[in-house]
């Protein structure tokens, strides 16, 4: 069973940084996207960031170019999102997904294009 667990979420102010991780099992295929998704209270869920685990190519959300990153350690198999100079426009609930790739492709930001989430960690960015 494939298991995505996030962490790292919190409270910080206007400026601040936090690092979410998400620890993925379960699976051993290689080819893979992940990527984080956030959705804000009445707001559609949006893509992030997302990377290629077999080359680390990453792709971002225009934004948050310039101040998010986004890692995946491939001996721990845990993905990270780096966060610096938050802004209130952050908030919202960050979910970490999995996206399995069978035929050559980049990968994408589309919500229906992965099948495995986690449950998600809340950041919180007060002005």
């Known amino acids: 069973e494939v298991r995505l667990v996030e962490s790292g979420g919190g409270s910080v102010q206007t400026g601040g940084s936090l690092t979410l991780s998400c620890t993925a099992s379960g699976y051993i295929y290689a080819r893979n996207c992940m990527g984080w998704f956030r959705q804000a209270p009445g707001k559609e869920r949006e893509g992030v960031a997302v990377?290629?685990?077999?080359?680390?190519?990453?792709s971002y959300n225009d934004a948050v170019k310039g101040r998010f990153t986004i890692s995946h350690d491939v001996i721990k198999n845990t993905l990270h999102l780096q966060m610096n100079n938050l802004k209130p426009e952050d908030t919202g609930m960050y979910y970490c997904?999995?996206?399995?790739?069978?035929?050559?492709?980049?990968?994408?930001?589309?919500?229906?294009?992965?099948?495995?989430w986690g449950q998600g960690t809340q950041v919180t960015v007060s002005s």
């Open positions: 997904a999995l996206d399995f790739i069978y035929s050559p492709r980049a990968c994408t930001m589309v919500i229906g294009d992965f099948d495995h």
């Open positions: 990377i290629s685990t077999s080359d680390a190519v990453p």
